[in-house]
């Protein structure tokens, strides 16, 4: 997703790359619990996770916006 290997994340050495802290500032007020059902989760505009895996940030903050708004909701198929 960061286009960057386990040492350069754990080293902190992602100063070329503004992903990773402003996704993190991003979700820095959610609730973890209901923040890592809801990545796996198909919304209105499909998996949040895969939203991130693509590089779609701009997709996935407009999906993160929802979450925030309507919460994390279940419905049965």
Do not use: C, Q, Y
């Not at 960061?2 to 503004?18: I, Q, S, T």
Request: hydrophobic share 45%.
């Amino acid at each position: 997703m960061l286009d960057a290997g386990p040492l350069e994340v754990v080293g902190g050495e992602l100063d070329h790359k503004p992903e990773l802290p402003i996704l993190l500032d991003l979700i820095a007020d959610l609730d973890e619990s209901g923040l890592r059902r809801w990545v796996r989760a198909d919304g209105p505009s499909g998996r949040p996770i895969d939203l991130l895996l693509t590089r779609d940030f701009a997709a996935f903050e407009n999906a993160l916006e929802v979450f925030r708004e309507r919460g994390f909701i279940i419905r049965k198929r």
